[in-house]
């Protein structure tokens, strides 16, 4: 009697844990397929700061990033690019590329306080990165050419700003993404 | 009659595809696991050059380096490290980290050419890395202190030659008060 009861509570348990193990594993593999193509296809992230404005918001703008044409070296001039702080290894920042190496750089050393400009020529296997607003960007003109091998995106799509997503969601629209990447047209000087 | 050797043909074929792409998502799964254990906790590489004699071959030793110590901020002074390169990002290579942020290295700046040292102080989020072999490296001492961000796994085990099989000590590590 108790040897049925216990072969009784055995299958039972057995079926659970098989059940359990088998939906286990079905959302580890979607988490997985989902970390695959968040490492090397495509990211989105929220940014959030003065360095980028008016590209992005103060509060924060959330965007889409792909990572292949990092692997593949064809970033250029002119793009919105995530890259690794190299001087706080777990940020992760956003700014603009300006130079690749050998490229000659041409910068306001500190706007806030004097018209001076400065020339570099940016060394073998690093890139010149600058934020968009100069003003208060903590960038390239303080910590100097970063390796190449510190940029982790490209930014290619801004969705909407963080605060209407929410309203998005709601409504399920499909995501504004604006091509305004480019470069406001009253950023370089002489 | 036509029909029937068509269904017959169906039949065949499909079952054909259901094997093949069964086998082929067991393999693409199998590799998927492979690659996150290269990625996230454990990687081999083989390394080859002049600069980490006697540590390393300059044919090629073949040895173990882990992720996670990394990630953690686990790494000290005397320890081998796996980084990319600063001057060629597709280039990975094995040095031995000799001080972190805000330490103060010193360094013979050219031993092929005089005995003059250098002290610097390694700035924020940057770590010194230098050859065993000083005499043929390019390492910090040529490109600067490195970001920590391009370290990418740190040398625990060295397996190949057999007969040099074994965990790696810091014993190689030079003098620091040269």
Redesign the interface.
Known sequence: MVGLVGRLWNLQYKSIVKEASGKTLAVA?FF?VLH?TNTYLCTFALAYGPSMVPTFNLTGDMYLAERLSIKFGKVGPGDVVLL??????RKVMVKRLLGLESHSITYVVDPMKSDRCDTIVV????VWVEGDNIYNSRDSRQFGP?????LEGKVFCKVTTFLSLAHLMLNFDAVNCTSSLSQPKNKRRV
């Not at 690794?84 to 290894?89: L, N, Y």
């Not at 060394?123 to 690093?126: A, Q, R, S, V």
């Open positions: 593999k997985c695959v690794r702080s190299p001087e706080s290894p060394p073998k296997g690093h970063v390796p190449y091998g510190l």
